[in-house]
């Protein structure tokens, strides 16, 4: 049950952002009473801790896949799709980062997902740039790419459209 909690809550944060976290919502969507939330997490505090570490465990997830991945196309976009809802929980603790926890979090993620898609850059675009200004150039790709995504739009589709602009950027820098 506490799983139940845990994935629909996600999801919801990913979709509509905390002020979308509401208990009475929650039970209504997963058909359990809100007396369950209380046994499981007492507050909505303790629930956003499960959330947050929650999001760590697929970032990892993530990075793993991505570790395998040989390409960007279709690869690591193919990744992506698969967890959507994953970055829209990341986009989330962007946009709200003012929070501590959403911003250590944040700062966790980036870490654990954005080293291994700088190595499948590296390799698929054969660039030459150094792993420093990759680094650069990822953080930048980073923001534009949280800025444009959406519920709609992480699909093989415009993900494709997406990497192939960056690819031609940081070809520019050569």
Known sequence: MKEQWINE??????????KGLKIETLAK??????????????????????????????????????KNAKKIN???????VE??????????????????SFKTTLQKSNQIIGNA?????????QLT???????????????NFFLQINIDNIQEAWLTQYFEGLKNIAKSFE
């Open 29 to 66: 969507k997963i058909s359990i009473s809100k007396s369950s939330f209380y046994h499981h997490f007492a507050e909505m505090e303790v629930f956003m801790e499960y959330l947050l570490n929650h999001h760590l465990k697929q970032s990892e997830i993530i990075a793993q896949k991505e």
């Open 83 to 100: 967890h959507k809802i994953d970055l829209l929980f990341n986009r989330q603790l962007r946009i709200h980062q003012q929070v501590d």
């Open 74 to 80: 279709p690869d690591l976009v193919n990744i992506l």
């Open 9 to 18: 809550g996600y999801r919801i944060f990913a979709i509509e952002g905390e």
């Open 129 to 143: 740039l150094s792993f420093k200004q990759l680094e650069g150039l990822f953080q930048l790709a980073l923001e």
């Open 117 to 125: 898609f700088i190595e499948i850059w590296i390799k698929d675009l």
